[in-house]
């Protein structure tokens, strides 16, 4: 078990994934996305029994690379996932029911109704160069991944930069809005949709999922929004807007209850501002996902640097931010 409320480096987090994995095949397995421009494997945990009728919840984070208190809770996420059912499982080996605690009854039937997946970290070379921040200062505020240097010609010069986006690489109206066709740019929509080998691994991941994804959920920081689609126009819904929004409110509510977390929720444009090119919408669109939402998480929006979240803060943001997940995972497990 990793102590939470620390940040980690990926190679600790991905061994901790692979050594779950090992020691309990019955509750997850370990799955492999694809493989970074450095070569880094993106992995993450699949729970639940899969039978071909289950609905499918995918939850990650870590696209954005200085977003560390997202990667937190996602890998909190998977804590708590295997600790309520690990528990659960030495009751069953030790017939010893007395005196231990039972797993948690709410995770026990989202696991048996649902495949969960918990990718923690999308943009893993990204998460590392800004792990480089003791040597280099200005590492830590990196936000793309790390692809080798393009260039553009921005009208004084022909200037190279690393990185893209990921999360303006996707094909949902790609380079429209809200990116930028400048390599140096922190919102470098690359040089085609899914170019870069990150996001184009996990579109397929995600495509493969198709009729059985119900829910994905795509962990950011900050500003302590939850955002659905379109975001790319103002105005810009899919049909079932009104459930969306129904869920979401019900969602932002129930984190908000746990201590006193003020979120708000909405598209893109109506709460932050308009761009194309994200995941969410991508796969709200092209995968006809019911529930598809981004949540930027603590701090809100006035502070001035948010990415760097004081480590206090880290279990009660994943704990909130728990509930109100919650909230989906109810509506996909008790819709039949
Ligand atoms: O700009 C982004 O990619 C997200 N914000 S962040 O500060 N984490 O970079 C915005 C995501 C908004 N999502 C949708 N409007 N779908
Ligand atoms: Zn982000």
């Known amino acids: 078990r990793l102590r939470m409320g620390e940040y980690y480096s990926y190679s600790v987090l991905s061994t901790w994934l692979q050594r779950i994995a090992e020691n309990m095949p019955d509750i997850a397995k370990l799955i492999k996305v694809g493989t970074t421009i450095e070569g880094r494997e993106i992995l993450g945990l699949k729970f639940g029994k899969d039978t071909p009728d289950k609905k499918v919840v995918v939850i990650d984070a870590g696209i954005h690379a200085r977003e560390w208190a997202a990667i937190h809770t996602a890998s909190y996420f998977i804590n708590l996932v295997i600790f309520d059912q690990s ?117 397929q991941f995600l495509a493969s999922l198709k009729g059985r994804l119900e829910a994905y959920i795509t962990l950011h920081s900050y500003s302590q929004l939850w955002i659905y689609s379109y975001s790319h126009r103002k105005f810009t819904y899919a049909p079932d807007i009104d459930e969306t929004r129904r869920v979401a409110a019900k969602a932002v509510q129930e984190l908000g209850r746990m201590y006193g977390t003020k979120y708000r929720h909405g598209t893109g444009p109506e709460i ?61 497990t008790n819709q039949w």
């Not at 605690?101 to 990204?126: A, F, K």
């Open 87 to 203: 528990s659960l499982l030495e009751n069953k080996i030790n017939f010893q029911i007395v005196n231990s605690r039972e797993g948690d009854p709410q995770i026990q039937n989202y696991l048996d109704n649902i495949v969960l997946y918990i990718i923690p970290v999308l943009n893993p070379d990204g998460y590392e160069y800004t792990r480089t921040d003791k040597t280099n200062p200005r590492a830590r505020m990196w936000r793309k991944s790390r692809s080798p240097k393009a260039c553009a010609f921005d009208g004084v010069r022909n200037s190279c930069c690393m990185g893209v986006d990921l999360n303006r690489n996707f094909d949902f109206r790609f380079s429209e809005i809200g990116a930028s066709r400048y390599p140096c740019s922190e919102i470098y929509h690359g040089p085609s949709a899914f170019s870069e080998p990150e996001s184009k691994a996990y579109s």
């Open 272 to 332: 932050i501002y308009a761009f194309s090119g994200g995941s969410t919408d991508w796969a709200k669109e092209t995968l006809k996902i019911k529930y598809s939402y981004t949540i930027e998480l603590r701090p809100g929006y006035e502070e001035w640097n948010g990415f760097v979240l004081d480590k206090n803060q880290l279990i009660p943001t994943a704990k909130e931010t728990w509930a109100g997940v919650t909230v989906v995972l109810d509506e996909v």
